[in-house]
């Protein structure tokens, strides 16, 4: 009889604990959702969701919110190590996110590599796609920042192959053929890149101004000069109603300025 009075002790002790543990992530999550209101990067956004870490410190979704707000505001010393938090609460969603965030804010090629590489590893029967791109898309990127065609046209290979089998050309990032492209254009294989190209504008309805500012050089290189000015000529309206390749927060690797468009239009006066 006297193991009753302990054991309902201890039932109650339970029952305590676990009630203030669902009490400090609703509370996290009630102010983590008004903090999401505010503008990625602001302060009202970073302080809300910095005070639902403090509340608890395990909820993985305002760990990792604060780190990308961190990054959106310019404070690279404050983004990794939080990152770093998130990774250590969702290491399977979190590493190829982070490869991503490698790539495309901080031009670390090697890192990004590392990290998309990781994420085969643990996740093998599932490619990963972080900003909705398979990692062989974003690793055929990195490997053009790093100038190594072989591997850059490769990745884009296996991308564009997987993805046309399983649905169709038309699902195919348009960009990764323009990507494709320059890999082949930078490694002077000319034929190939115009075929990337013209399939960029073929799912474009023939609105891009990078396609076709590449189109132009090569057909320089070809001494068809009155073709290159025609096709600079409508890559800068492309580009002047909006048909260039460009993201959010960032500069994308080879971005395009109109000055671009008009130094090479210049040489072919």
Known sequence: ????????????????????????????????????????GSMMSINGIKRATEIDSTYAQAVYELSVAYLKRGLPHKWKPQYDKSVLLDSIHRIPWRGYLYLMFYRDYEKAISDFDLSDVITPNFKDAPQGQSVDYWRGIAYLGLKDYENSIAYFDTYINSETEEFGEDWVEMTAFLYRGIAYFESENFEQALLNFDTQLKHSRNRSADAKYYKAKILQKMDRIEEARTVIDEAIEDFNIGYFNNRPYVEVLRQLYIEDLEALKTTLQ
Request: glycine fraction near 0%; charged fraction near 25%.
């Open 1 to 40: 009889m006297e193991r009753l009075p302990k054991l309902f002790l201890s039932v109650c002790v339970l029952c305590v604990l676990f009630s203030c543990q669902q009490s400090k992530r609703e509370k996290a999550e009630a102010i983590y959702k008004r903090a999401i209101h505010y503008p990625q």
